[in-house]
């Protein structure tokens, strides 16, 4: 098993940036594709970005690409994202998952970490 932590949200006025944390611990960080979601009040949780196991290939929803980037640092066993230019349709309860591999569902999820953008 693995616990996931997140941390980094708060409050920010529109063009701001934000870095997000996203701690693991249990099992071996690498064996695991870490990937960030969000969800705004009455909205669906949607996907946000990936960044796969040991290789670290990355992709990204297309309403943060360009904008946003997540990476890993195995040494800390943290996943990151840096979100950058941020506009109020960014606000959202970010949350970190992971799972093993792209064909396994995310079977562990953090507890979230609220982001607000202001206009």
């Known amino acids: 098993q693995v616990q996931l932590v997140e941390s980094g949200g708060g409050f920010v006025q529109a063009g701001g940036s934000l870095r997000l944390s996203c701690v693991a611990s249990g099992r071996t960080f690498n064996d695991y594709a870490i990937s960030w979601f969000r969800q705004a009040p009455g909205k669906e949780r949607e996907f946000v970005a990936t960044?796969?196991?040991?290789?670290?290939?990355?992709f990204y929803a297309g309403s943060v690409k360009g904008r946003f980037t997540i990476f890993r640092d195995s040494t800390k066993n943290t996943v990151y994202l840096q979100m950058n230019i941020l506009k109020p349709e960014d606000t959202a309860v970010y949350y970190c998952?992971?799972?093993?591999?792209?064909?396994?569902?995310?079977?562990?999820w953090g507890q979230g970490t609220q982001v607000t953008v202001s206009s």
């Open positions: 960044v796969t196991r040991s290789a670290g290939i990355t």
């Open positions: 998952a992971a799972r093993e591999s792209a064909n396994s569902e995310y079977g562990y």
